[in-house]
């Protein structure tokens, strides 16, 4: 939760200093720009789906290009945008700790200085990485600091294109009252679920309600002390959800996947190079299918320190090669069918990822039928053929979608995502912190380039119409007539 202004330890507050002197050497151009047409004092500039770590950045990078209605409505309560308090079980960021984009190339909003203000020089030496309440208290710091407009427990329930240019956003508060809003353009940072849903195979679908859950779902590990664990899945979250579980009193955590052996290999890392990340979205469209289904194939293993803690916990167990044919209950425990024979467990866990599919999305229901795939605009040779490629959104090079038919949905241009499917187009670590620096920076573009590309002709006849002397008038002619 940010801290009231007064309640800043000491360090802190010399930050906030710092934060408030940097943005000031930074002011040009400072004058706001975007117009307002009558009758049009409540439209936004922008209306900003998801309060995380790109939703708040991207505020705040509008903010700093002069852009001045913008909100950002989130779902969860204050404090608690993105997953690291809600559904993330990770023990620290799986990115190194010097990673940056928040602070939009601002040395004093950086996740350092933070961190620093608080345990000085030696403790940022000492930390190896990121924890997760470290991470959201930096971001809610960071949302405080710079007086970007938050509406938490504002679900956005369903986008509607109002002609062209315009959207009716309609939002659903915690108390269940419906609020209706306009918009210029929209931007949808709804991250990991944003472009999908989550997946949970078929065999879960028999089970009692108690005895089952998905690794982003709420788990009260609590009463599972005592318990046999069985998690399908060998993601890191797989992992996360192992340790915690034992971590919370279970006596068992069988992590069970259908893969013979643990991927080894992390491509991403590798990716974590200017080059890459600022100009993925500049390659050809064979080029960045290629990368995709390629990470796709092959898959990735936990991070070293998450499979590290897993495996060092008594009680966890690894199985590869035994995936789960079948799921049912006998007297009160589930029972899991596997090549291997029958696996008993008290609760069981989907760890098997989200998919993309927007037509899973009800809040896009009356747009994504307007807009292109990258099954739509790319074939890609027999080899190279993937059904889960050819659902994401095909982006442009701003993170703008695009329109199957370009007559029947000229807004197509006019709403941005950055979520999971959006990696396709802008790149596979596009959506996560690792990448905010390169990505954020392209959609705070794309949204004025929108913004100011709708203003054109009226700018043009200011500039038409206006003098901008630069000499006053009667300070020449005194000069010539002298």
């Not at 047409?37 to 500039?45: A, N, S």
Request: with cysteine.
């Amino acid at each position: 939760m940010p801290l009231p202004s007064g309640a800043l330890p000491s360090g802190l507050e010399a930050l906030r200093e710092r934060v408030r002197f940097d943005l000031d050497c930074l002011n040009y151009p400072a004058r706001p720009w975007v117009r307002t047409l009558p009758g049009e004092e409540d439209v936004l500039d922008c209306a900003i789906v998801g309060g995380g770590q790109y939703g708040q950045s991207l505020a705040f990078g509008l903010m700093r290009e002069r852009v001045q209605r913008v909100v950002v409505f989130d779902a969860n309560p204050p404090g608690l945008a993105g997953p690291w308090l809600t559904f993330a079980r990770m023990i620290m960021l799986r990115t190194p700790k010097d990673l940056t984009g928040p602070d939009m190339g601002i040395g004093s909003l950086s996740f350092r200085a933070w961190y620093e203000a608080q345990h000085g020089e030696q403790g940022w030496e000492q930390l190896f990485r990121i924890s997760r309440p470290d991470w959201q208290g930096y971001l809610n710091w960071h949302r405080e600091v710079t007086g970007i407009d938050v509406r938490p427990e504002c679900r956005v329930t369903r986008i509607t294109p109002l002609g062209a240019t315009r959207f009716e956003i309609e939002v659903r508060s915690g108390s269940g009252s419906i609020e209706r809003f306009r918009a210029k353009t929209v931007v949808l940072a709804t991250g990991a679920e944003g472009s999908g849903a989550r997946v949970k195979p078929a065999i879960f679908d028999g089970l009692s309600d108690s005895l089952h859950a998905h690794t982003n779902d709420p788990i009260d590990f609590s009463r599972l002390k005592g318990a046999r664990i069985g998690i399908l899945g060998a993601g890191a979250s797989s992992f996360d959800n192992a340790s915690a579980a034992l971590e919370a009193g279970a006596v068992s955590a069988d992590l069970c996947f259908r893969r013979p052996q643990l991927p080894l290999s992390n491509p991403r890392r590798w990716m974590e190079f200017a080059g890459y990340l600022a100009h993925y979205p500049e390659l050809p469209d064979a080029e960045r299918w290629h990368y995709m289904k390629r990470l796709y194939d092959i898959s990735q293993p936990p991070p070293e320190p998450t499979f590290r803690k897993a495996t060092s916990l008594p009680g966890f167990r690894l199985r590869p090669a035994t995936p789960w044919l079948s799921l049912r209950e006998r007297d009160g425990v589930v029972v899991a069918e596997t090549p291997q024979g029958e696996l008993e467990f008290d609760f069981v866990i989907a760890g098997t990822g989200i998919v993309v599919d927007l037509e899973k999305r009800p809040e896009l229901a009356a747009v994504t039928p307007h807009l292109a795939l990258w099954g739509d605009r790319f074939t890609p040779s027999g080899d190279q053929a993937d059904s889960r490629l050819a659902k994401f959104p095909y982006l442009d090079r701003f993170g703008a979608f695009t329109a199957r038919d370009p007559s029947t949905a000229p807004w197509a241009s006019r709403i941005f995502a950055i979520f999971r499917g959006a990696t396709l187009s802008l790149g596979p670590s596009a959506a996560s912190n690792s990448n905010i620096r390169y990505t954020a920076p392209r959609i705070v573009s794309g949204v004025t380039r929108q913004l100011f590309l709708e203003d054109a002709a009226a700018t043009r006849a200011e500039f038409d119409s206006q003098a901008h002397h630069e000499l006053a008038p009667d300070a020449v002619s005194a000069v010539v007539r002298g």
